[in-house]
């Protein structure tokens, strides 16, 4: 296994594969393929380490395990059985199978992840499997991909948040918003409807250039394949990447004096947390002289709030006045749904699609003359 290449898939949040991909490559410094749903690239498995630890906008990690025609039970079976499992998953792995098809003969996705587990029980006799991991068949005209999640729970959980809020945004999501708006953790950024402190935290880790993997931990690491030590080293290279940010240089407020406390609590618990500066505010009457005496990034995902003559929601309308009006210089990013983008856009502004938990969302950046 460690020897070899094998391929993996990365998947992006639909509308951010293009910035995945330049992430991807950047940080791996390897050729990677843009294909439906993210991107794909042929590597070894410390590759698969590093994006793991490295990619922010990445939702998730799958080893490519096999591709093969099938259109019936028995194929099915004996190609899935053709794979050595042992040298893949613990032999205590508790497998999950999740099945799409398309124009397959063998449409039923329940029974097909039934005979496929049963096939990957039998290679694993480890008792009890305790391990959860999630495999993927995805079926296309007869034809199968079967491929291993290398992540366990989804890349957007950095393991940072102690506290939740309403309506967060994705991690994942906040951090393409940031590359979006150019910010490479170097200006000034302020988070003035912080919530939960998404933004911020995504913002902090950059300023620091701490890895957003650094908090939590892989599915790979259960693999026999996996290396304790090679992973500790990558680990401690990084770290040693890391800058000690003591003074703000990002700055989170909200109207929510409950809001501010809970992201102040999770920021003492965090090495970065210093990067941050926290106080409750209502945005319309922050001076942004008070932020920074430079101009940076200012982002929000906004509240939703009601439409106003023209389709336009109030809420945003006011914030990008206000914004033109008092925060000149600045260069601001709010995610809308798509329903809300203003019309006509703000001079200077262009929007950019993407979906979010479903919902279609428009990402409205621009400077602000
Ligand atoms: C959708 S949430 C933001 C979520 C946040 N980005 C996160 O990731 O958790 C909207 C936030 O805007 C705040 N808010 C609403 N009106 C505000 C105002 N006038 N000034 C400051 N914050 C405001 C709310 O308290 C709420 O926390």
């Keep these: ?36 749903g993210g991107v794909e690239f042929t590597a070894r498995l410390e590759s698969l380490w590093q994006a793991a630890l490295s990619l922010r906008l990445a939702n ?47 449409y039923h996705t329940d029974a097909v992840a039934q005979r496929v ?59 393409a918003i940031l590359t979006m708006a150019g910010y490479t953790g170097d200006a000034p950024l302020a988070d003035p409807m912080c919530g939960a402190g998404t933004f ?21 690491e259960q693999w026999p394949s996996f290396r304790e030590k090679g992973f500790a080293h990558m680990k401690r290279e990084a770290e040693k990447a890391i800058s000690d940010v003591s003074a703000p240089v990002i700055f989170a407020s909200d109207l929510d004096q409950g809001a501010v406390d809970r992201l102040g609590a999770t920021l003492a618990e965090l090495p970065f947390g210093k990067a941050v500066g926290l106080r409750a505010s209502d945005f319309f009457s922050l001076d942004p002289a008070s932020v920074s005496s430079v101009p940076g990034v200012v982002v929000f995902n906004p509240p939703y709030g009601k439409r106003i003559k023209g389709g336009n929601d109030a809420f945003v309308q006011r914030l990008l006045d206000h914004l033109a009006a008092h925060w000149g210089g600045w260069t601001a990013a709010l995610a809308v749904p798509k329903q809300q983008v203003p019309r006509p856009m703000p001079r200077g502004f262009h929007g950019h699609p993407m979906s979010h938990g479903g919902l279609d969302l428009t990402v409205i950046i621009g400077r602000l003359p």
């Design 60 to 106: 998730r990690i799958l080893v490519r395990l096999a591709s093969f025609k099938a259109e019936n039970f028995d194929k099915l079976e004996r190609r899935i059985a053709e794979i050595p499992w042992e040298l893949w998953l613990p032999t205590d792995a508790d497998p999950e199978v999740v099945v799409t098809t398309h124009h397959c003969r063998l």
């Design 200 to 220: 911020s935290l995504e913002a902090a880790m950059r300023a620091t250039r701490t890895p957003p993997g650094l908090f939590r931990r892989f599915a790979f």
């Design 1 to 36: 296994m460690a020897g070899r290449d094998h391929t993996f898939y990365v998947s992006a949040t639909p509308g951010l594969g293009g910035l995945l991909a330049q992430e991807a490559e950047a940080c791996l410094g390897l050729e990677v393929t843009r294909v439906t």
């Design 117 to 175: 587990k049963g096939v990957v029980d039998q290679a694993l006799p480890g008792g009890e499997g305790r391990v959860p991991q999630k495999i993927y068949l995805r079926g296309e005209d007869d034809r199968f991909t079967l491929s291993l999640d290398a992540a366990g729970e989804p890349l957007y959980k950095r393991g940072v948040k102690t506290h939740g809020g309403r309506a967060p945004i994705r991690e994942t999501l906040a951090s």
